[in-house]
């Protein structure tokens, strides 16, 4: 199997399993209890938040969740106030702030361009006194563009309002925007393991808790952590290097070089390199995953593919229904090898020539 399919999960890096392994086999306390035992497990979990936080702003730490869903769920349930945020947002995102608005709570969807960004001047409209929280993806997790949230937390941080940046995609790949309140992230998007996040929070910023309970994560978060989760995420969070960006930008132009003909959806210039949602007008994308079944790729997000929906961020901007079902995204990064992306992608040329579309 060639696995180009990095936005919806990263294959476990060597390093994170090796810090897992003592706390599954032979080290089982709560980090929470009192003993010696719990003491040490509660040790693992703060080295492994003090690495996450190594590669986030000062003034800040996470706090650890079971993933981005909850961390993004709590802080959009737990601040107060109308909402502005984007329409090519994450479900997690979107689905909550309906569930807000519900409720009564004030929302502002901004529409996105054609290449996938926020138009600054409309977010300024959008973004006044009064405000309570904004909401903007750093990476889009399905077409890989880059928003301007350091303009768009400028904004808010002017109207008072709190700065939520979902940084799930972009955490370990992209430069950090500085002046966020809250930022999402999950472990397994960067070689963690899977079923953790964290939310980081800005010193001096409390939050409505979601979860009640023991409250025994700071913040206020209810639930025993894994230390062995924990610890995976923390050893993933040190693996971050500049080299990752470098291999992958070598690798989007050999699949920029082999897609020729095919059209890249969303801004070329601002966006993450490893992403690469692409298009061919009339592809039966069903047929094409069918025949190229040792091609692990994807028709869309992970957590909508098998709606059979169109992808909301494709039709935010712009495409046809026809047009976003044509699509496939193609994921990459630190463990894709050269040969093997070239090898993924003839397959999917290929295939795609099959259906009168070379």
Request: proline fraction near 4%; hydrophobic fraction near 45%.
């Amino acid at each position: 199997m060639i696995y180009l399919d990095y936005q919806a999960t990263t294959p476990l890096a060597p390093e994170a399993l090796a810090a897992m392994l003592p706390w599954l086999e032979t080290q089982h306390a709560n980090p929470h209890a009192a003993h010696r035992a719990g003491r040490q497990a509660k040790a693992a979990v703060e080295v492994a938040r003090d690495r996450i936080a190594a590669a986030m702003p000062a003034g800040g730490a996470p706090s650890f969740t079971s993933g981005a869903t909850e961390a993004l769920n709590w802080a959009i349930k737990g601040t107060t106030g109308p909402i502005v945020t984007l329409a090519t947002e994450h479900a997690a995102v979107l689905d909550t702030v309906a569930a807000e608005a519900r409720r009564g709570r004030a929302v502002v969807v901004l529409p996105v361009g054609r290449d996938g960004l926020v138009d600054l001047d409309r977010a300024a409209a959008a973004i006044r006194p009064g405000t309570g929280l904004v909401a903007a993806m750093l990476v889009n997790n399905e077409i890989g563009v880059i928003q301007p949230v350091a303009a768009i937390a400028a904004l808010a941080q002017a109207a008072g309002a709190v700065m939520l940046c979902d940084a799930v995609q972009g955490y370990g790949r992209v430069a950090l925007p500085a002046d966020c309140d809250l930022m999402a992230m999950s472990a397994h998007k960067l070689h963690g393991p899977k079923g953790i996040g964290a939310l980081w929070m800005r010193d001096g910023l409390s939050l409505e808790p979601l979860l009640h309970g023991g409250g025994q994560e700071r913040a206020g978060r209810s639930g025993t952590l894994s230390p062995a989760l924990c610890a995976g995420f923390g050893a993933a969070a040190t693996l971050i290097a500049a080299e990752d960006a470098d291999h992958v930008a070598r690798l989007w132009a050999r699949a920029v070089e082999r897609l020729d003909g095919w059209t890249i959806n969303g801004s070329v210039t601002q966006r993450y390199r490893g992403n690469l949602n692409v298009r061919r007008n009339g592809l039966d994308v069903a047929r094409l995953m069918s025949e190229c079944r040792d091609v692990a790729f994807s028709a869309g997000s992970a957590c909508a593919s098998g709606s059979g929906r169109p992808s909301h961020v494709l039709r935010a901007i712009g495409l046809s229904d026809g047009e976003a079902r044509s699509s496939i995204r193609i994921g990459f990064g630190r463990y894709t090898t050269a040969d093997e992306l070239l090898a993924g992608l003839d397959a999917i040329v290929a295939a795609a020539a099959r259906q009168g579309l070379a």
